[in-house]
């Protein structure tokens, strides 16, 4: 069955802290991303990564990085999160360039 | 031209009714349109897609309908259920591009 594991369903972290969101993919996809989900915003895309060490940015990436040392693995970084940055977080991948599979997200709050 | 513009925002429909949902799209590139349903709490989860060389494609009580021309696409979910509530996202790519995401209809089907 297919999987993309997200490390934390809820975050809580502080106004200027660092902030690591890990997303795991067991199917041996070429292709990550990572999107926000917000009311009525729908889901934006941040960055996306078609290979390994490859990153793209997506429509919303200021204040964010990301990291794809490994196939499996795709990382997102807050380098100093904000209060505008509470949000659900999704991470999702694709064998091709059409059907995505999503994690569960990450619900993240930043005080 | 890269936007998918969706409605209604939200919708609430009678237990046994036809839930429709629509959306429109600018660039004639996009030759692939997902559907995605997503629960509380759960990511995004693929429902049913279609290309555009075919006017219709049913899966089970949800149905796509695609007019070319009019650039536009819609669910529809006949027999609704309230077990059909939920989040709904239309989607559009190229296979270029990552997956272009409407702002989403949140679904509510009363008994």
């Known amino acids: 069955d297919v999987k993309v594991t997200q490390s934390s369903r809820y975050l809580v972290k502080r106004t200027g802290e660092k902030v690591f969101l890990e997303c795991v993919q067991d199917?041996?996809?070429?292709?990550m991303f990572w999107y926000r989900q917000d009311p009525g915003l729908g889901l934006r895309l941040i960055y996306f990564?078609?290979?390994?060490?490859?990153?793209e940015k997506g429509d919303i990436p200021e204040g964010y990085s990301v990291s794809r040392e490994k196939k499996e693995r795709f990382s997102l970084i807050l380098e100093s999160a904000s209060t505008n940055q509470t949000s659900m977080y999704l991470c999702?991948?694709?064998?091709?360039?059409?059907?995505?599979?999503f994690g569960p997200g990450t619900r993240l709050t930043v005080t | 031209q890269q936007q998918v513009k969706q409605s209604p925002q939200s919708l609430i429909v009678q237990k046994g009714g036809i839930s429709i949902i629509n959306c429109a799209y600018e660039?004639?590139?996009?030759?692939?349109f997902p559907w995605y349903q997503q629960f509380p709490g759960k990511g995004p989860a693929l429902l049913i897609a279609?290309?555009?060389?075919?006017s219709e494609k049913k899966e089970g009580r949800f149905t796509i309908s695609f007019n070319k021309s009019a650039k536009q696409f819609s669910l529809h979910i006949m027999d609704s259920q309230p077990g059909d509530s939920a989040t709904y996202f239309c989607?559009?790519?190229?296979?270029?591009?990552?997956?272009?995401f409407g702002k989403g209809t949140r679904l509510s089907v009363i008994a």
């Open positions: 999702a991948s694709t064998l091709g360039r059409y059907e995505q599979y």
């Open positions: 199917m041996d996809h070429e292709n």
């Open positions: 990564s078609y290979d390994v060490k490859m990153k």
């Open positions: 660039n004639t590139a996009f030759d692939y």
């Open positions: 279609i290309r555009p060389d075919v």
């Open positions: 989607a559009a790519t190229s296979g270029n591009t990552p997956l272009v």
